[in-house]
């Protein structure tokens, strides 16, 4: 059962805005008071004693009812956004905005069956940094009507991802470079590098 100090952090780290063991104003679902033996039903200290602790019991009530939205990626709270994006394996390091974030949660399934792939690369690294990266690499497909035909691609395996965006000292290569490796192909020897985007010719 999620505890309300539990939900407070995300991945290890002390989460921002309000937790919701605190809200001011929120009321349990199921006071304890109404389900004391009739003994107590006048006893004051009783009730009181007892109303201290709807106080604490409030937001689990209120975690419990809700706990779908907290799977949902739309609707997550942020600070339990961070889990998620542990928890399914998104190439993000929590830096990025909250929508991409949450973008990320969202379409985590699809990416995973496209890892390893060209089109997985190509996806995570947008996903990441919002700009779509140029992909070469050393495989290739061909078909012959003839056996043993030429193997296409060149015999050393090699991948080299570039991030062409209007100011290369805004992306840190170290952070496009782990991206690069937790989705490329496995063991593929590969490069990475920043670099400005070409003006068109005449400006």
């Not at 003994?39 to 200290?45: P, Q």
């Not at 994006?85 to 969202?106: N, Q, S």
């Not at 395996?157 to 690069?180: E, F, G, M, N, Q």
Request: glycine content about 10%; some cysteine.
């Amino acid at each position: 059962m999620p505890r309300a100090a539990d939900l407070r952090k995300a991945g290890g780290r002390a989460a921002p805005g309000p937790g919701r063991g605190s809200l001011p104003g929120l009321v349990s679902a199921h006071p304890l008071g109404e389900q004391l033996p009739a003994v107590f039903a006048d006893d004051d200290f009783a009730l009181r004693f007892v109303s201290g602790l709807d106080i604490v019991l409030a937001p689990v009530f209120t975690v419990l009812d809700c706990l779908e939205a907290y799977f949902t990626p739309a609707l997550a709270p942020e600070d339990f956004l961070g889990w998620l994006t542990d928890w399914v394996g998104t190439e993000l390091d929590g830096t990025e905005p909250l929508p991409t974030r949450r973008h990320a949660v969202a379409s985590a399934v699809a990416l995973h069956r496209v890892r390893g792939t060209r089109r997985g690369l190509s996806a995570a690294v947008e996903l990441a940094f919002g700009i779509r990266p140029e992909i070469s690499e050393s495989g290739g497909a061909t078909w012959s009507a003839r056996p043993l035909g030429p193997f296409p691609g060149t015999p050393r395996p090699a991948l080299h991802v570039t991030l062409r965006v209007p100011d290369p000292a805004s992306v840190d290569p170290h952070r496009l470079r782990a991206v690069v490796a937790a989705a490329r192909p496995a063991h593929l020897p590969f490069t990475a590098e920043v670099t400005a985007t070409p003006f068109p010719e005449g400006t």
